[in-house]
Nanobody
Framework: VQLQASGGGLVQAGGSLRLSCVAS????????TGWYRQAPGKRRELVAG???????HYADSVKGRFTISRDNAKNTVYLQMNSLKPEDTAVYYC??????????????WGQGTQVTVSS
């Protein structure tokens, strides 16, 4: 499985960016897809996720500002980021997860894309 992330960049506070993650196979083949981020010196954290059934989850810090969506025909997951803040600066990673058994999961990761928000 390959995940190709893109869309990062430098933006001023209050601006917007849209990240894209193209999968090498149907995104419905994954139990969940999502975006994580990691800032320097911090742990990687879940930003937003969506299950194969369409249920979404957002970190409290991005609720109301970020939106995760899917284009199934393009095998692509998007993260629309609005009202960006300097604290959103991080490397963003797309993730796809499958549960081969009830008690295990496999994670697939895209390469990171840098998002930098200037104040």
């Amino acid at each position: 499985v390959q995940l190709q992330a893109s869309g990062g960049g430098l933006v001023q506070a209050g601006g917007s960016l849209r990240l894209s993650c193209v999968a090498s196979r149907s995104i419905f083949s994954f139990n969940a897809t999502g975006w994580y981020r990691q800032a320097p010196g911090k742990r990687r954290e879940l930003v937003a996720g969506v299950t194969s059934g369409g249920k979404t989850h957002y970190a409290d810090s991005v609720k109301g500002r970020f939106t995760i969506s899917r284009d199934n025909a393009k095998n692509t997951v998007y993260l629309q980021m609005n009202s960006l803040k300097p604290e959103d600066t991080a490397v963003y990673y797309c993730n796809a997860r499958v549960f081969p058994t009830t008690f295990s999961h496999d994670d697939y990761w895209g390469q990171g894309t840098q998002v930098t928000v200037s104040s």
